[in-house]
Structure formats: C-alpha cells, structure tokens
C-alpha cells in the first residue's frame, strides 16, 4: 500500500498527558500536512512541511503543540498537556511539489481526551 | 480571507435518486478538490478538478472557476454513497500549499 499511513488511529488519553501522532506521506511526496477536524466541521489547516522544513504554522497550533520531520520523511505531530478541547480527528496528508497541491489524506488518528 | 461555502447542508435521498450539491468560492483559487468522507473519517479524493467538467462512474463534477463555484452531480445514488462531501480549493500565491476547507454536505442515503 503507498498511501498515506497514520497511526495510532484511535488514542485515548487523560487531561495532562502527552500524545504524539505519526504520519508516513505517499513516498515520492514531498509536502506534507497536518489537519485537525472537530465533529461537524472541514478540516482546518495546522501546519505544512517542505521536505524537513516547516513553511507554515496555523496560529491554531498553540505552543503545546510541535510538528517534526526530521528527515524529510515521515512526520510527527506532539500534543503536550493535553486538555478537553484537543480532542479531534489529527488528518495528515502529502502532496507532490506542483502549485497546484493535490492532497492525498491518511485514515486519521482520533484523539479522546478524558 | 477567502470564503468556501457548500450547500445544502444536508441532504437526504432515497436510493436511486440523484442529488447536486454546489460549492461557492468568493476569491480566484489555483485549483478545487472533491472529497468523500467516509463513515471511519478518511478523505477518498472524488475529484481534483480546477476547470471544466470531469466524470467517474456515477459521480461527476463541474467547475466553473470564472463563476467562482462547483458542481458535484451523484447519479443513481446508493446507500455507500452516504457520509460528507467536502469541496476544497487551493489558494493562489501560496506556493500551492494553502487548502481551504468548505463545512460539508452531510449526505444519507436511505435503502
């Protein structure tokens, strides 16, 4: 399979934990994302990755919140001290390097926090 | 900054039955994506369709960037083909990066 990979799918935490996501981009992708999705809502834009540079950073992403890809690969996506209202679907997805920015998205990672 | 709207909201439609649902953009955007979401949250990717009109099986769509909006036609629907549908477009001058997300068309499809 050469899409998108995320996991853990589904993360269970209690209020004060941290969470760290994974995501694996379409290999000959370049760009990379991260959404967040709140129940009844689109996605909202996070933060986007050129190779292992971070471009752009949505003010959503507070301070608790760090986004990595190291080497240009897969990335990471931690959530310290996480609180009620981060619970939300964590989508990723990758895109080649056109202006016109196909994505292509991962099944999700669903964080509860309890 | 630039506004994705779709309509309607919901939508509910017996099998068989055929359905539109339109997406309006208030800016220029270099390009505009369909999505299904299904029941477990993933995006399947419908449509990557900036201009004209493009067809796969029973689902079809037109843009009309000009005119600022798309057309997502569904055609002898059936009860897989419940979930949301969002239209996303991507803006100009971003390096093609930036995605801006509609809310959705919250689509069931009765048996």
């Known amino acids: 399979d050469t899409g998108v990979s995320q996991n853990p799918r589904h993360k269970i935490t209690k209020r004060g934990q941290n969470v760290t996501f994974r995501c694996d981009p379409i290999?000959?992708?370049?760009?990379l994302y991260w959404y967040r999705q709140t129940l009844g809502q689109g996605p909202e834009f996070l933060t986007y990755f050129q190779n292992e540079a971070q471009l752009e950073k949505s003010r959503l992403l507070s301070d608790r919140f760090s986004a990595e890809r190291p080497k240009g690969s897969f990335s990471t996506l931690e959530i310290q001290r996480t609180e009620q209202g981060d619970s939300a679907m964590y989508l990723c997805?990758?895109?080649?390097?056109?202006?016109?920015?196909?994505?292509?998205f991962g099944e999700g990672s669903r964080l509860t926090v309890l | 900054g630039i506004q994705v709207e779709q309509s309607p909201p919901d939508l509910i439609l017996q099998e068989g039955a055929n359905s539109t649902l339109r997406c309006n953009f208030s800016?220029?955007?270099?390009?505009l994506q369909w999505f299904h979401q299904n029941p477990w949250g993933q995006l399947i990717n419908l449509f990557y369709i900036p201009s004209g009109t493009k067809q796969n099986g029973r689902l079809s769509a037109t843009t009309v960037a000009t005119e600022r909006y798309s057309l997502l036609y569904i055609s002898s629907s059936q009860t897989t083909d419940s979930g949301v549908y969002f239209c996303?477009?991507?803006?100009?001058?971003?390096?093609?990066?930036?995605?801006?997300f509609g809310a959705g068309t919250r689509l069931f499809v009765k048996a």
């Open positions: 800016d220029s955007v270099n390009n």
């Open positions: 290999s000959e992708h370049n760009r």
């Open positions: 996303a477009v991507v803006l100009p001058n971003t390096g093609g990066f930036k995605t801006i």
């Open positions: 997805a990758s895109s080649s390097n056109t202006n016109t920015g196909e994505l292509f």
